[in-house]
Nanobody, 125 residues
Framework: QALLLESGGGKVQAGDSLTLSCTDS????????IGWFRQAPGKEREFVAT????????SYGDSAKGRFTISRDRANHTTYLQMNSLKSEDTAVYYC??????????????????WGQGTQVTVSS
């Protein structure tokens, strides 16, 4: 079974906010960076955001800058993606993943070694 589990997806209206959660129930990746990616039908997986192992350093993809915030609660083994001002273009399956690298700057899916199963986010106009 997957070591990472996403939750919080759903159907919302454009302009709404939504917060996704990624739970590492075993605490396996507490020393790893955690990232969020998304994939829409017919498109490649896209980098959204990542946070360092201490939860301090963050990086964002262009589509997320100014609207999304990634944060991390290491004590509870949970990483969040707060999404504001959602657009129809944000509709996708959102995945969290863990990277062996701990610096919070990894934007390539190739740098991530464990993935959740994804949670669907649908934004209606």
């Amino acid at each position: 079974q997957a070591l990472l589990l996403e939750s919080g997806g759903g159907k919302v209206q454009a302009g709404d906010s939504l917060t996704l959660s990624c739970t590492d129930s075993r605490g396996t990746f507490n020393s790893y960076s955690i990232g969020w990616f998304r994939q829409a039908p017919g498109k490649e997986r896209e980098f959204v955001a990542t946070v360092s192992w201490r939860g301090i350093d963050t990086s964002y993809g262009d589509s997320a800058k100014g609207r999304f915030t990634i944060s991390r609660d290491r004590a509870n083994h949970t990483t969040y993606l707060q999404m504001n001002s959602l657009k129809s273009e944000d509709t996708a399956v959102y995945y969290c993943a863990a990277s062996y690298y701990s610096d919070g700057i990894r934007v390539s899916a190739e740098d991530y070694v464990a993935w959740g199963q994804g949670t669907q986010v649908t934004v209606s106009s």
